[in-house]
């Protein structure tokens, strides 16, 4: 325990006080590209005006499910965050889990397992 404290307190004072860890271990297989449309559907509802979007195309986070009511229920559309892990899951398996290839490019969404 003493050296894995030590090892960790080199790590930390060798990188700023930061800690390295990488979210994508080399053991974990790609299993394609997130649905973002399907999550929308399945976690906010089928309904009509339905959508997802992003706010930015250069930024991976800025994905949102959008509602815009249908007539005669006009009014501002709703935007709901998109949880990129549970996306992930349901589309592939209980253990998948999510990371964009690139934080600057909003379609570079992969899930891994």
């Known amino acids: 325990m003493?050296?894995?404290?030590?090892?960790?307190?080199?790590?930390?004072?060798?990188?700023?006080?930061?800690?390295?860890?990488?979210?994508?271990?080399?053991?974990?297989?790609?299993?394609?590209?997130?649905?973002v449309q399907k999550y929308c559907e399945q976690n906010r509802g089928a309904l009509q005006g339905n959508?997802?979007?992003?706010?930015?195309n250069n930024d991976a986070y800025s994905w949102r499910c959008v509602y815009s009511p249908p007539p005669p229920f006009v009014g501002s559309s709703?935007?709901?965050?998109?949880?990129?892990?549970?996306?992930?899951?349901?589309?592939?398996?209980?253990?998948a889990w999510a990371k964009p290839l690139n934080t600057h490019d909003a379609n570079s969404w992969r899930c891994y397992d």
């Open 78 to 95: 709703t935007y709901r965050s998109v949880d990129m892990n549970l996306a992930c899951r349901q589309q592939y398996s209980p253990k």
């Open 2 to 35: 003493k050296k894995l404290l030590a090892s960790t307190v080199i790590i930390a004072s060798m990188t700023g006080g930061g800690v390295l860890l990488s979210a994508t271990s080399a053991s974990a297989a790609q299993l394609g590209s997130v649905n």
């Open 51 to 56: 959508v997802s979007t992003t706010r930015n």
